[in-house]
């Protein structure tokens, strides 16, 4: 699905398209643009499934572009971004058709509401649509069965109902050869082979049950469970976990490991995922934990290697805690690449401050450094270094002020200015409470050492 994000601020354009893992609500195409002219052109040249736009801007408005869409029977849902003073304004556009508004500054939460809210809407109205079996991907068509990420397994919908009319069962077999796994490939013919995988010693699938009884002759050592529905999700994720796992679970044993795990969209940035790890007991709830874990990585990491994974969920899953250094290495690794954009940016403005400590420093100006509105600014940088951008600024200057009087004989009135300070006594105020002596009496001390 494609998304736009329109707004005359070029900082909060940036602010939205940074703010979520878009990719886990089905988002794979996002456009942006601060020319609200450009946005009208956008939506008719290109299919646009969801648009978030400021509501007041110059020439064209959130309302007219809604007003556009309506007029000219586009699909496109849109949700309004606005002020307070905007209420009224916002309300407007919810009869014109959008679908929800949000208030500025933006909250993380209210936008994945926002997001869930138009995919389930979009996900009502579209007629249904012709089976691509030329992308599918069966391991991570297994992965939507078993995992707990809602918008996934929509995504494989079509195919769910498609193979639904046909009972399934799970086969294994050891130490097999490559003839082996040729031979299971013909009997269930082209597309489900691609629900067959190699473990490794190991041969897995998932297969019709009305091929298991050829399969049982030619592969006498071969291993079949029970038939089941795929539209059952829960009997698919029952038969999984006993037959490959020797673990019985039940629909409550997920209800309860994900009501204390983060969501699917939110690995990356909980940051505490080794700690809920270690809270958990139970061998069958780390075992449920780890399902997740690997379903996030394959579809978040580029591409990951699918024996790897086949492995991991075959085999690895048998032995929860060895596995669990594999997967909370490949979690870091996503977690420090998609962090690369947001340190880039922090790097960015840190390095501003300390080239311009004697300016003011405002919020605003530093806001327009990094393109972002001062308060989304403000936030980010206190996420990502753990410190106020006021109270780095100052140990920065206090900082480059006792160089200052280390290494030079300027008075003590220019160094305040020089790292920023107007008012001298200010200055001498914070330099104690930082040192614990005034000015003066550090560079005599330094001098004495």
């Not at 998304?3 to 996002?30: A, N, P, R």
């Not at 002020?83 to 058709?97: D, K, N, P, V």
């Not at 605003?364 to 393109?371: S, T």
């Not at 300027?410 to 160094?415: E, G, H, P, T, Y």
Request: proline share 3%; charged share 25%.
């Amino acid at each position: 699905m494609r998304l736009l994000i329109v707004d005359d601020g070029h900082y909060v354009v940036e602010y939205m398209k940074h703010l979520l893992d878009w990719k886990t609500f089905g988002i794979d195409q996002i456009e942006t643009t601060t020319n609200s002219l450009e946005a009208r052109d956008m939506l008719n040249q290109r299919h646009i499934d969801i648009l978030i736009t400021d509501i007041r801007m110059p020439e064209v408005s959130g309302i007219d572009l809604l007003q556009h869409i309506h007029q000219h029977s586009l699909s496109t849902k849109v949700i309004i971004l606005s002020g307070y003073s905007e209420f009224e304004y916002a309300q407007q556009g919810i009869r014109l058709g959008a679908l929800d508004y949000l208030l500025k500054p933006v909250d993380k939460d209210d936008v994945e509401k926002a997001m869930s809210k138009a995919i389930k809407t979009i996900s009502k109205s579209r007629p249904a649509q012709p089976i691509a079996w030329e992308k599918f991907d069966g391991l991570g068509y297994l992965l939507s069965l078993l995992g707990q990420n809602e918008t996934l397994r929509k995504e494989y919908d079509a195919h769910t109902e498609f193979l639904g009319k046909r009972r399934f069962c799970f086969v294994k077999l050891e130490d097999f050869a490559q003839e082996h796994e040729d031979g299971i490939k013909r009997a269930v013919g082209d597309k489900l082979d691609r629900l067959v995988w190699t473990a490794g010693t190991r041969l897995v699938g998932l297969v019709p049950e009305e091929t298991t009884g050829e399969l049982t002759i030619k592969l006498e050592q071969s291993v079949v469970s029970p038939p089941f529905l795929l539209t059952e999700q829960n009997m698919t994720r029952q038969m999984f976990y006993r037959f490959f796992l020797n673990e019985d679970v039940h629909s409550e044993d997920f209800i309860g490991i994900f009501n204390h795990s983060p969501s699917c969209g939110d690995w990356e940035s909980a940051g505490n995922i080794s700690k809920t790890y270690d809270r958990i007991r139970f061998r069958k709830q780390k075992t449920i934990f780890l399902m997740e874990t690997i379903l996030y990585i394959y579809f978040t990491e580029k591409n990951r290697d699918a024996p790897e994974t086949a492995d991991w969920i075959f085999n690895g899953l048998k032995n929860p805690d060895e596995l669990w250094s594999n997967l909370t290495d490949a979690v870091c690794r996503i977690r420090n690449n998609k962090q690369m954009s947001i340190q880039t940016i922090v790097d960015k403005v840190q390095t501003y401050i300390e080239e311009h400590l004697s300016h003011g420093l405002s919020l605003d100006e530093l806001g327009k450094v990094a393109h972002l509105h001062p308060v989304y600014l403000s936030k980010l940088f206190k996420q990502e270094t753990g410190e106020n951008v006021s109270n780095y600024i100052s140990r920065k200057r206090l900082d480059k002020a006792s160089r200052l009087l280390q290494d030079s004989e300027l008075r003590v009135a220019d160094i305040a200015q020089m790292v920023g300070y107007k008012k001298n006594q200010y200055f001498i105020q914070l330099f104690k409470v930082e040192y614990g002596v005034t000015p003066y009496q550090y560079r005599r001390n330094m001098i004495h050492k």
